[in-house]
């Protein structure tokens, strides 16, 4: 049979949400309509996709399946298209490049310096980059900490040492190290809350390692360079950046003994595009495992 690939994006739509009114919103589409689509979708590969229980939808173990391996086939899809498109117009693709708040504009250009063509940056937060990865709006992403996530590949292709940052005012702001556990007490601030954010379980996981559970507050300077988010509140911050002085009045402060943070490339597992391939080899390839 011909698998249709609009009606995939429907149900995958619909997988995501649970909820016809919010799916048929998201897809620009009447109930009626989508819930047409996918009983015809249903019918074409002769399985249940969905338990139906008055407004409320339930994957079933068929549909479960397909909404595991269905990105992976649409990113593809996406992928060829704009290859194709590509060359036939005599365009160039850029490298689009995700990155997460905690990965540096720097320590993405290091990687992908060696890249042939263009190469195209932008910040996201982890729920959007899994989605725009998926979605073929994205090639690759860099990020501290990559969940497994159905239909994405991820490895560590370098560390960097981990530091905080402080507010010049701090008390520990004369400091050029502290030790981890002084610092039990403090007030954190992250930039997604534990639970919902790879990379602040991580840090969580550092903080209990060294003898004391975190308090942590989810900054509101959402976008911002980490270092920022600590000015004039008397907060910490972890960061990568280099030791000392930093904007606004911050001033990053080695940690005692070394702890280390990695640094993880993610792409659509057997489906990455053309023009992505030969970058994301290089960056596997030459991965930096010392600590920087």
Not at 67 to 82: G, K, S
Request: glycine share 8%; net charge negative.
């Amino acid at each position: 049979m011909t698998l249709d690939l609009r009606r995939l994006e429907l149900f995958v739509a619909t997988a995501e949400h649970l909820n016809i009114t919010r799916a048929a919103r998201s897809v620009h589409l009447s109930q009626q309509a989508l819930s047409s689509s996918l009983a015809e979708f249903e019918r074409q590969l002769g399985v249940g996709l969905f338990e139906r229980a008055g407004g409320r939808l339930a994957l079933t173990e068929a549909g479960r399946v397909l909404a595991e391996e269905a990105p992976r086939l649409l990113a593809a899809a996406r992928a060829l298209v704009e290859s194709t498109r590509a060359a036939g117009r005599g365009h160039e693709q850029p490298l689009r490049v995700l990155r997460s708040p905690a990965v540096s504009g720097e320590r993405v250009a290091a990687l992908t310096a060696p890249a042939d063509g263009p190469v195209l940056v932008e910040q996201q937060f982890p729920s959007q980059i899994w989605r725009q990865l998926l979605s073929g709006d994205a090639d690759l992403a860099l990020v501290r900490a990559a969940p497994s996530h159905p239909g994405l590949s991820s490895a560590v292709v370098g560390y960097d040492r981990l530091r905080v940052v402080v507010d010049s005012g701090h008390r520990l702001a004369g400091r050029g190290a502290v030790e981890l556990p002084e610092l039990a007490g403090e007030t954190f601030v992250v930039w997604g809350p534990p639970g919902h954010s790879a990379y602040t379980d991580f840090l969580v996981g550092v903080c209990r390692a060294a003898g004391f559970d975190p308090e942590l507050v989810v900054t509101s300077r959402q976008g911002m360079p980490p270092a920022t988010a600590v000015h004039d509140t008397g907060w910490v911050a972890f960061v990568t950046d280099q030791p000392g002085p930093v904007a606004e009045d911050a001033v990053v402060l080695d940690l005692e003994p070394p702890a280390r943070v990695p640094l993880q490339v993610v792409w659509v597992t057997d489906a990455v595009p053309r023009h992505a391939r030969e970058p994301l080899r290089r960056i596997r390839s030459d991965a930096d495992q010392r600590v920087v």
